[in-house]
């Protein structure tokens, strides 16, 4: 009796260590055909087709010995529409990288046309219509809003897309050059 139940002690033990290692460790997340449209703030895939993906030092390299431009997409914060006119509001500074073009709700995964003139006619005039010009996007870490920015900058036909996917929380660990941003001018909305 003794024997047997040894024996289905471990013939459990080594059916749960087999399904154990069935299972992945991790959830990997895909790439979406089309733009991320909600959900902005959780994880995102490793990859995004045709770009590359960089760290906060890459981006730094780029952007020094490249002259790459590097774009932040984090929205702005706006005045809630709900506040009383009487009360007071002071939006947050915001701080980015230094150097970087501030093009604020382009990241989003559905875009208004006035937004997305926005977003073309300040990517084309930044890097002088040339389409080979390397170009950086970020906003924070897992955040869709940078990997749709650059999927839409991809979709333009350009050629040199890097994808800064760990955001300014990676800049700011490499204690590298941080300013506060000021958006483009024109309209967005």
């Not at 733009?35 to 760290?55: Q, W």
């Not at 009360?87 to 980015?96: E, R, Y």
């Not at 996917?165 to 800049?171: F, L, P």
Request: charged share 20%; hydrophobic share 45%; proline share 6%.
């Amino acid at each position: 009796m003794a024997a047997r139940t040894l024996i289905r002690s471990l013939l459990v033990g080594v059916i749960s260590l087999l399904c154990a290692s069935c299972l992945p460790l991790s959830h990997a997340v895909e790439e979406p055909d089309g733009y991320r449209v909600d959900r902005y703030d959780d994880e995102v895939p490793e990859t995004l087709k045709g770009a590359i993906r960089v760290t906060a030092v890459d981006a730094a390299k780029l952007q020094s010995e490249q002259g790459a431009l590097i774009v932040d997409v984090i929205p702005e914060h706006i005045r809630p529409d709900a506040l009383p006119a009487e009360q007071l509001w002071f939006p947050v500074d915001h701080v980015g990288i230094a150097g970087a073009l501030w093009l604020p709700d382009v990241g989003y995964g559905m875009l208004s046309d006035t937004t997305e003139d926005y977003f073309i006619n300040h990517l084309v005039t930044a890097t002088q219509a040339n389409l080979d010009h390397p170009v950086i996007f970020y906003c924070r870490s897992d955040c869709w809003m940078s990997w749709n920015a650059a999927k839409r900058a991809l979709g333009l036909g350009y050629t040199q897309i890097y994808w800064f996917a760990d955001g300014i929380e990676d800049w700011q660990f490499e204690d590298l050059d941080t300013e506060v941003l000021t958006p483009a001018p024109g309209a967005r909305h």
